[in-house]
């Protein structure tokens, strides 16, 4: 599994950025709020790691399943699972979850 691996992490590391700048540029517009602080600048982080764990993967691509990068590929996981969260809160409020 070690090939699909890479090219999962390379090509998250490719459009981590480019989702970020994306949605930056959508927020430019929005009312501040802090939830919106803390969605854009947890997005940011994401793009950023996101392109730096791409560079490892494509540069180290033996280290795919180290246990460096399999704690940083968890931490992603759940920064992205909360950027969803926070996401769904701009768009559809705190109780979105309630059924």
Known sequence: FSA???FLVV?????AP????????????????PILTYHRWLGVTI????????????????????AGMILAL?????A???QGFWGAVLTHGMDH???
């Open 80 to 82: 992205i699972a909360v």
């Open 4 to 6: 699909p691996v890479q």
């Open 18 to 33: 480019i989702a970020a700048v994306a949605g930056l540029i959508a927020g430019m517009s929005a009312d501040p709020e």
């Open 47 to 66: 793009g950023v790691a996101g392109a730096g764990l791409g560079i490892w993967a494509w540069r180290r691509p033996w280290e795919d399943r180290g």
């Open 74 to 78: 968890t931490i992603m996981t759940i």
């Open 11 to 15: 090509a998250g590391g490719i459009f």
């Open 97 to 99: 979850l309630s059924f």
